[in-house]
């Protein structure tokens, strides 16, 4: 149990407490004018923990708000309430310009287009000179040359110092996001956060991404938080999984342990929409027309019920908790049964 | 067994790039049956997108069909002048493109777009037609007023499928329907497109680079690589034992959420570059079982068992092991 651990001691102990975490993560976006405004629910009430050298996959539909909570971690969205604690300081107290320059340093963003994520303009070596320049200001600038090409060569493009003055055009898509890797990887980040990496690529060079990842975890010593709707490619690398709907968080655990034994009866779904030539094809997600609810001034009761096989009378009234149904492994559901042996941690 | 309703022969594709034209697709035949589902595979760049803007006359320049013939239901769609496509297109067969929201027109609602092609044609079609077709796709017929912008991802590639059913077509041609959609939406798509296949009896050729998509629900499978068709034959042949080292690659290039987890390499390399491809078997600089005769020699499709593939291993005569791919792929 050493999670309870850590975060008894995250206020405490910089050191001990988690890489990064979040505590009733909100964010709400107005819409409409006059009359007829409304908020939008895109996330609420997420707690997320990444560890140090952990991949936690983020997993859910389009519209299920796992954008958003990459753009609250980069600091791109302020969140409407909660807060995001970085090695346990909260974001919220960084106010200086060097602090929030630290941080940004240490958390960057991979994008998911990597057709228009890169300037087309300049050459590729621009975008990771730039960011040394501005993040590691104790380089001289041949030492900042040398740096770009380490990660150039970090990300498996060889020759680096020819690649590095090619421009954007004249990389394939692969290149191009390894290029997006290696500018995150040039200030030395502690946390990469991956919003849908590969997902514009083709899936012979899909794979490639996803063991770079893995690589860099190993050798560079970075935490990635991989944000993707494809569960196969968040099995392949992720150490934790982290389903979310509607905004909320309905599942998380370790990988192996919620793709084998799934809580919530969306994970459920999400697993059988998987196309898998090996195995036969799944009448679960027949009738379903996979449509995510727009969560505008919800009421309470759980987000899934509409779509969900299981929904009992409670489901539309009482928005269901995350509570702990295995080792380490919690669902937000009414419905799910806890593992044998892990009813007293339910019940706590 | 009866005359395909598409026959493509030595089809050839090529674009003007000012020095050297680059050949996209490279003399490909291809049949499809009345009622048949063929998947087209391949890595973006191997022409397979093309090939079907070829199948469907909808090229424009710098690239232009330099050979071979598009024979659709007896006529040859190559040599036919505009007007007479025209007509066949949106009735006899149709097309769906990869992103709805840019085929679909932003300041037009979907009844006043299904209403122009209706009005393109001289069919007789009821009015409630349009309502029809929406609700075969699973989309209430309220949304005939809706512009584009008020669908989801799904619904509007479902509206663009709703489109391409008006006139109860033989042949649907879809490029990438489903890539810009998530997994459940994906598989939902899917589904859908077999029930309609099956309960209207129109064919389909269904362009995708994710093999595993079209795995339980294409009749056939067709594998690009660089132009060319590198492996023809039943899906689950493919599947079940792939004949061309690059379809194996394809397979073993997405990780499974099911069975033990193995370190995957995909395929190493990119596409070749169609203006310069690689002498011999043009797979030959990224394939895993390449020996000395792939730069020389340039292989044709060979028969092997029931299906065909462009491998040198599979040439007759050839003295290599009888299943080489699999023991050095796997």
Known sequence: MTSVNVDQLSSTDSDSAPLLETKKLTRHFRVGRGLSRKMLHAVDDVDLTIGRQEIVALAGESGSGKSTIARLLAGVYKPTDGEIYYQGQALSSMRSRRDQLAYRSDVPMVFQDPFSSLNPAFRVSHGILRSLKLHRTDLTRSQRYDEAERVVEAVGLAPAGEIMHRYPYELSGGQRQRIGFAQALAHKPKLILADEPVSMLDVSIRIGLLNLMAELRRSEGVSFLYITHDIASARYVADRLVIMYAGHIVESGPTESVLANPKHPYTDLLLGAVPDPRAPLTAAVEGDTGEPPKVIDPTPGCRFRWRCPLVVDECHHITPTRRRLGDNHDAACHVAQPDPGEENLAAR | ?330
């Open chain 2, 1 to 330: 067994m009866p005359k395909p309703i598409l026959e493509v022969r030595d089809l050839t594709v090529e674009y003007d790039t000012g020095d050297r034209p680059v050949v996209a697709v490279d003399a490909v035949d291809l049949d499809v049956h009345a009622g048949e589902f063929v998947g087209v595979v391949g890595e973006s760049g191997c022409g397979k997108s093309t090939l079907l803007f070829a199948i469907a006359q909808l090229l424009s320049s710098p690239a232009a069909i330099t050979g071979g013939s598009v024979r659709f239901q007896g006529q040859n769609l190559v040599a036919m002048s505009e007007t007479k496509l025209a007509a066949l297109r949106w009735r006899d067969f149709s097309v769906v493109m990869q992103s709805a929201m840019n085929a679909l027109n932003p300041v037009k609602s979907i009844g006043g777009q299904f209403k122009d092609a209706i009005m393109a044609h001289d069919e007789p079609v009821t009015d409630d037609r349009p309502a029809e077709v929406l609700r075969l796709v699973g989309i209430d017929p309220i949304h005939l007023k809706s512009y584009p912008h008020q669908l989801s991802g799904g619904m509007r590639q479902r509206a663009m499928i709703a489109m391409a059913l008006l006139f109860t077509p033989d042949l649907i041609i879809m490029d990438e329907p489903t890539s810009a959609l998530d997994v459940v939406a994906q598989r939902s798509l899917m589904v859908q497109i077999k029930d309609l296949q099956q309960k209207l009896g129109f064919a389909v050729v269904f362009v995708t680079h994710d093999m595993s998509l079209v795995s339980h629900f294409s009749d056939r499978l067709v594998v690009m690589y660089a132009g060319q068709v590198v492996e023809l034959g039943a899906t689950r042949a493919v599947f079940d034992n792939p004949a061309h080292p690059y379809s194996k690659g394809l397979l073993d290039a997405f990780p499974s959420i099911r069975g033990p987890k193995v370190p995957l390499t995909g395929i190493p390399g990119s596409p070749p570059n169609l203006a310069h491809p690689p002498s011999g078997c043009r797979f030959h600089p990224r394939c895993p079982v390449a020996f000395e005769d792939c730069p020389k020699i340039e292989p044709e499709l060979y028969q092997v068992g029931s299906v065909q593939a462009r491998c040198l291993l599979h040439a007759p005569g050839q003295t290599h092991a009888a299943d080489p791919i699999r023991e050095a792929t796997s």
